[in-house]
């Protein structure tokens, strides 16, 4: 954990000055300490004779890099660390007096490092190499050194004219290992270095090695001649033992195949002694033996984490019998080996949970807690983008997203979480202050409580006198959470930017950054034109939006490589004579095109209408309103997935509620949960909860039951699954269409008709329209008024609010959605939707007021 309290940064003309309390220990307080004045250097950056290499080029960096600041020239020299600015590790200075216990060969202490000003000096001293490069960054941050994205024009260089500073502190990683890297890796190569530098900067380099990638494959590799010959060592999946590719699993309940893998790991350690761990994360997607595997069944248990984990749990116990110290199995609570286990985790076996992939009903939360009643030391493997799930848009990831991203990485502290993977990609346009915010928070989780004064400082450093609309920009795109169109968002992005580089004026620096965050945009919208198109447009679209993100890639602003990956493919993206290659960087000209247009093309929406709060007690309302019969029933989304609710009405109480389940298999193997919840349960538990369905396209008779009358919640768990579910004659079922229930989306996939409830006196019905992904199927549906006019068309809409003017005598009526694609989120009436009057719940307030009338 940091052990500094921040002092308030002091600026007289030019000079700097910091200062900083101890926590962990108590000296003497450090002294002020004066580096360089009016361009001369007042002391020299020493290294101790015979230090390693890493030594020397952080105290190389640092003698550079205070040159820059002050435009004095800073001599490295040799020597006991006495005098000047002393570089290095403990070991090298076995003179000074530190008063500090480091312990350099424990795995979790090797980032520790020191900050102490001396009279006539300072000591940057470091555990290990890698501390000492840590000391050295953090000693330049602190007199306001910066590099918020990777890449030149992202670093921020202060002019300093005296270069005063005073702190004593000691540093410790909250997060002992921390990785933000890029799926789809850093193939076409201008990133590497960049990256790499950004890493060193943030203090985000590893000093323990965490590995626990997909390992299964690997293992089989290295011994396929073993497993052809012992085909039994392949998992049972449909009366066959084979090799299948990349999902292959092992039969973990066959001995001999645990000791194969034992005795591989063994040896890979051996070969590799100075390795922190070895990863037995399995093979990725499902493949694991079958019920009726017998070896499986007489490891006592068909729970797949249990599986897993006693393999993980041998590995661990044998590499730690070899004497070469203590060495760690590193695995993922993932997919089907996700859920908590039986079985006692071993001591050295570091369980990273993935926060997506969630299988068997459990929550995050649940997960979490049990892997750690099991005895787990826990790391988090989270989402911060994926290019398929957010195509670099923004606000689409949670990369990007900085609070919330602050708040998960100190919350997952909080639950015993010490290792920190975050899977993203090279898109500093849309995510880059999100992943700022994340690297400063995993080594100090209190930073969590200054995320407004980092994005106030990144604001005034980055873009000074653009300070204003730039905050306007990244609040707009990484905080705001209003719904807006993608015209609305994008024509709002364009005008700051406009603001923004008209006061930037001939600050060089600061016009770059804007330069690259108006390619960001103009890349958001070709992809939104692209995702828009139709027909022969759709690929003239594509090649534009192709040939965009090539052509800006070295902004790292979008993660080009992975957009060509998903969009055109990895052939065309190694093909260096591709005809959508262009290496000419836009030019000032081009950009200022990019930016006029985008203006002139994309107009900001004010709302017009004014969103109503409903409750959300519901009673049934088809007698007490007179609902309208319908002619037609309508119908559910057909293919709801993951977290889904429903609303009903029992009627009296005790009550057995059957329902007919069917669940087609997507992802799932496990049982789903579906959980029965009502208001009235104190404790806000589920009052009733079946895990009895499985994903085979069976129908399964599910009974809740219940002690209470009145509203209840359903909620379905699947996985990804798709359920259907045939609910019982005559009971009120009405599905929640308010942004306010989590998961919301999930429900409404596939084609769906159902009616809502416009209250008397409402004079326009308002909301919400947007398909369920991008990839999914364009909004598509009509809407009828209670006379069954047709009233409004979505087939031509995008993403985006609707408003639909009220006609005299259609309030108080059932209005209806016909023949739906998307979501439709209800703003002016009540958010609830039912395939019929008689099934439809109402708020309460709703049913009263309009009875009355």
Request: hydrophobic content about 40%; some cysteine.
């Amino acid at each position: 954990m940091s052990s500094v309290i921040f002092g308030i940064m002091k600026s007289l003309a030019l000079s700097v000055a910091l200062s900083f309390a101890m926590l962990l220990f108590v000296p003497a307080a450090g002294a002020q300490t004066i580096l360089a004045e009016n361009g001369t250097a007042l002391m020299p950056v020493v290294v101790a004779p015979g230090c390693s290499e890493p030594v020397r080029k952080s105290a190389e960096q640092l003698a550079a890099m205070l040159q820059r600041m002050s435009g004095a020239s800073f001599d490295l020299v040799e020597g006991g660390g006495g005098d000047g600015i002393a570089v290095g590790t403990y070991r090298d200075f076995p003179d000074l007096e530190l008063d500090i216990e480091f312990a350099s060969d424990d795995p979790f202490r090797r980032e520790e490092y020191l900050l102490r000003t001396v009279d006539g000096g300072a000591h940057l001293i470091g555990a290990t190499d890698l501390a000492v490069q840590h000391a050295v960054w953090d000693f330049l941050y602190r007199l306001g050194y910066r590099q918020y994205f990777p890449g030149a024009v992202w670093e921020v260089v202060p002019a300093i004219e005296t270069v005063r500073i005073e702190l004593d502190t000691l540093e410790a990683p909250d997060y002992l290992a921390r990785r933000i890297w890029y799926n789809w890796g850093l193939r076409w190569g201008y990133n590497v270095k960049p990256y790499n530098e950004w890493q060193a900067r943030n203090r985000m380099a590893r000093g323990f090695g965490l590995h626990s990638g997909h390992a299964y494959g690997n293992v089989h590799q290295a011994t396929k001649s073993v497993f052809d010959d012992n085909p039994s060592f392949y998992a049972l999946v449909n009366g066959e033992r084979k090799h299948r590719g990349g999902d292959t699993k092992f039969c973990i309940g066959n001995p001999e195949l645990r000791k194969l893998v034992v005795d591989h790991a063994v040896k890979r350690v051996r070969d590799n002694p100075d390795m922190d761990s070895i990863s037995m994360d399995p093979s990725d997607g499902g493949g694991w033996c079958d019920a009726d595997c017998e070896l499986c069944a007489e490891l006592g248990s068909g729970s797949i984490s249990d599986r897993a984990l006693t393999l993980a749990n041998d590995v661990a116990a044998a590499i730690n019998a070899l004497g070469l110290g203590d060495k760690y199995v590193g695995m993922y609570a993932y997919n089907q080996h996700g859920p908590p286990p039986t079985i006692d985790v071993h001591d050295n076996v570091i369980m990273s949970v993935a926060t997506g992939f969630l299988r068997g009903g459990y929550s995050l939360a649940e997960i979490i807690e049990g892997w750690r009643e099991r005895g787990a030391r826990l790391g988090i493997y989270d989402y911060f983008s994926v290019v398929a799930w957010d195509w670099n848009l923004p606000r689409r990831a949670r990369g990007g997203r900085v609070y919330e991203v602050a708040d998960r990485i100190r919350e997952f502290h909080n639950d015993g979480a010490r290792f920190f993977d975050a899977e993203s990609g090279d898109a500093w346009g849309p995510y880059g202050l999100g992943y700022y915010v994340a690297g400063r928070v995993m080594w100090d989780v209190e930073e969590a409580g200054r995320v407004g004064l980092i994005m106030d400082e990144f604001m005034e450093k980055a873009f000074g006198p653009a300070r204003e609309p730039m905050a306007k920009f990244y609040h707009l795109i990484a905080v705001d959470k209003e719904r807006r169109s993608a015209g609305d968002l994008l024509g709002r992005m364009y005008r700051h930017l406009d603001q923004a580089q008209r006061l930037a004026d001939d600050h060089s620096g600061v016009l770059e950054r804007i330069e690259h965050l108006i390619l960001y945009t103009r890349y958001a919208e070709l992809y939104q034109q692209y995702a828009d198109a139709t027909g022969g447009a759709k690929e003239k679209a594509r090649e534009t939006l192709l040939a965009h993100a090539y052509r800006m890639r070295e902004t790292m602003m979008v993660h080009s490589y992975g957009i060509w990956a998903r969009l055109i493919g990895q052939g065309a993206a190694h093909t260096d004579d591709h005809e959508l290659k262009d290496d000419r960087p836009f030019s000032k000209d081009d950009i200022a095109v990019f930016l006029d247009q985008g203006i002139k093309n994309n107009v900001p929406v004010d709302l017009d209408f004014t969103a109503v709060e409903y409750s959300d007690d519901l009673v049934p309302a088809a007698e007490r309103l007179a609902l309208d019969d319908v002619d037609t029933v309508g119908n559910h989304p057909p293919v709801p997935q993951d977290r889904h609710n429903y609303l009903i009405w029992v009627e009296s109480a005790p009550a057995e509620i059957p329902l007919d389940v069917t669940v087609r298999k997507v992802w799932d193997l496990r049982p789903h949960k579906i959980k029965l919840f009502s208001p009235k349960e104190v404790y806000v538990e589920a009052v009733d909860t079946s895990d009895i369905v499985r994903p085979d396209g069976e129908t399964y008779k599910v009974v809740l039951k219940t002690p209470y009358s009145g509203l209840h919640r359903i909620e379905v768990v699947d996985g990804g699954d798709y359920t259907r579910i045939v609910w019982p004659d005559g009971m009120p079922v009405t599905l929640p269409s308010s942004e306010d229930i989590p998961g919301v989306g999930n429900h409404f996939r596939g084609e769906w008709s159902l009616y809502f409830y416009v209250p008397r006196g409402t004079e326009t019905v308002g909301g919400w329209a947007a398909r369920i992904a991008s990839w999914a199927p364009r909004l598509s549906g009509l809407v009828r008024d209670g006379d069954g006019n047709e009233v409004h068309d979505f087939s031509a809409a995008e993403d985006g609010f609707f408003n639909i003017e009220v006609p005299t005598g259609q309030d108080g009526r059932l209005w209806k959605f016909e023949k739906s694609q998307g979501v439709r989120l209800m703003m002016t009436v009540p958010p609830y939707l039912a395939r019929s009057g008689k099934e439809l719940l109402l708020p309460r307030e709703v049913v009263e007021a309009d009875e009355a009338q």
